[in-house]
Structures are given as structure tokens and as C-alpha cells.
């Protein structure tokens, strides 16, 4: 695939991407929604590749959300079997070619199996540094803020020590940039309560393409619309 990375003038360091259109492209194609979820599983490795190729330094997946739970239980009971084994299958690879693996979440509610799985995933890749990938899996923006503002208060923080910065290390994603460019798939332009916090000032990418159908050549496109952005940060453009 022949792609002209010097008009790429801006390479966002952290892409969050909203996984969008799995069960419509399985539909499609006649198949089981669970079909779609695999497809979309399989997906991730080539984006994270491409993300990795042209130079971005974290990629956040929104794999489960908190909502997902309210899905058909053998649609939830397939799908997290199908990320049970790409933990298995994926991780000695992803390891092997310097990615390291956070999650964002809450383990809570997860086989033990699983949750032992996650683990051993997270501390056999935390030392790794070509690219960071998190995994926001049983994820909920609200509750990521909640959760903060738990800890904060069982660690007895005075009021008036609360600031972002602080806040911020609250977070399932503190000690990473805040994202730059969100990328929702499958022509959808809601948040669906992800990283509402962090996205406060991120720029936005909506297209069409249904995810498992989502490939190098459309990341290219995500980027190429970031480059071409004045970001402003809430501030007038100097004249």
C-alpha cells in the first residue's frame, strides 16, 4: 500500500479509537453478530501495526464497555470468549514486537481466570516502549471518574488540593497524554462514554467504514484529517 507519509505533517501521540460496526458488518454477510466481534478482534493487530508504523506512540481501543453487560447474554458470553483468547493467542507476539499493554477498567465482574490473564498480560509487557496499547475493557467514562473520586476520598485528599493535574492521576489512564484524535467507525458521531474526561480537547474522526473493515489506508485517512487541523485548545489563533 503505497500511502505518501509526508503529508502526515502532525502525528497525533495518542489515538483513541471508538470500534464501531462489528454486528452490521457480520449481518452483511449473513452471519452471527459474535462472527463480527471476532472479525473486528482479529482487526486490531493490523491497525496497531500501522499505528505503530506511522509513529503513534499510544493507541486506546475501546474493547467492552460497562453498557455491554445489558447486551444478549450469549452475544456477551461469546464476545468475552473471543478476548479471553486473543489475550492467549496475541500477547506473546504483541510482547515479542515491543508493545506494552495497559487496561482501562474495572476487572470486577470477570471470570478470575481472566482477571489472572489480564495480569500476567500487563506485567509481562510493562517494560516494553514502541508503542502503548490500553485496552478500555469493561470501561465506562462515568465510572472512571467516580472511581477516581472514590480513591481520592479514601486517601483523604483536602479539597483544596484538588486540581486536574491531581485528578488526573486518579484515572484508570494516569500517567498517559490525554487523547489527540478520537476515530469512531461505522458513521456513528456519539461519545458512548469514552474517555470523557481525558477527550476534552481532542480532535474528532467520524467515518463510515464499519470496523473489521477498518484498515491501514483508512487510519492513513484519520491522520491525514489531524494533520490538516488547527488545534486551538480553546484560544484565538495568533493574528
Do not use: C
Not at 470500534?19 to 462472527?35: F, I, T
Not at 505503530?52 to 460497562?66: D, Q, R
Not at 479514601?154 to 486540581?163: C, I, L, S, T
Amino acid at each position: 500500500m503505497d500511502l505518501d507519509k509526508s503529508a502526515l505533517t502532525k502525528i497525533p501521540v495518542h489515538v483513541a479509537i471508538i470500534m464501531d460496526g462489528n454486528g452490521r458488518w457480520a449481518q452483511k454477510r449473513g452471519l452471527a453478530r459474535n462472527e463480527g466481534h471476532r472479525a473486528g478482534t482479529e482487526n486490531i493487530r493490523r491497525v496497531l501495526e500501522g499505528a505503530a508504523e506511522f509513529g503513534v506512540k499510544v493507541l486506546t481501543i475501546y474493547a467492552f464497555s460497562t453498557e455491554n453487560w445489558g447486551r444478549p447474554e450469549d452475544e456477551v458470553h461469546g464476545l468475552l470468549g473471543i478476548l479471553e483468547d486473543t489475550i492467549r493467542r496475541e500477547v506473546p507476539e504483541l510482547h515479542k514486537n515491543g508493545v506494552q499493554l495497559r487496561h482501562l477498567g474495572r476487572l470486577e465482574g470477570i471470570s478470575e481466570e481472566m482477571q489472572q490473564s489480564v495480569r500476567a498480560a500487563l506485567e509481562l509487557t510493562k517494560h516494553n516502549d514502541r508503542i502503548v496499547l490500553n485496552v478500555a475493557f469493561n470501561y465506562g467514562g462515568r465510572a472512571e471518574i467516580l472511581d477516581a473520586i472514590r480513591k481520592m476520598i479514601a486517601d483523604q485528599v483536602p479539597p483544596d488540593q484538588v486540581n486536574e493535574a491531581l485528578f488526573a492521576r486518579y484515572l484508570y489512564s494516569a500517567g498517559l497524554p490525554d487523547p489527540d484524535l478520537i476515530v469512531r467507525t461505522a458513521g456513528e458521531m456519539r461519545l458512548s462514554n469514552f474517555l470523557i474526561w481525558q477527550a476534552a480537547y481532542a480532535e474528532y474522526y467520524s467515518t463510515p467504514t464499519l470496523w473489521p473493515d477498518f484498515n491501514k489506508q483508512e487510519l492513513y485517512n484519520a491522520l491525514l484529517a489531524f494533520s490538516q487541523r488547527q488545534r486551538r485548545f480553546g484560544k484565538l489563533e495568533n493574528v
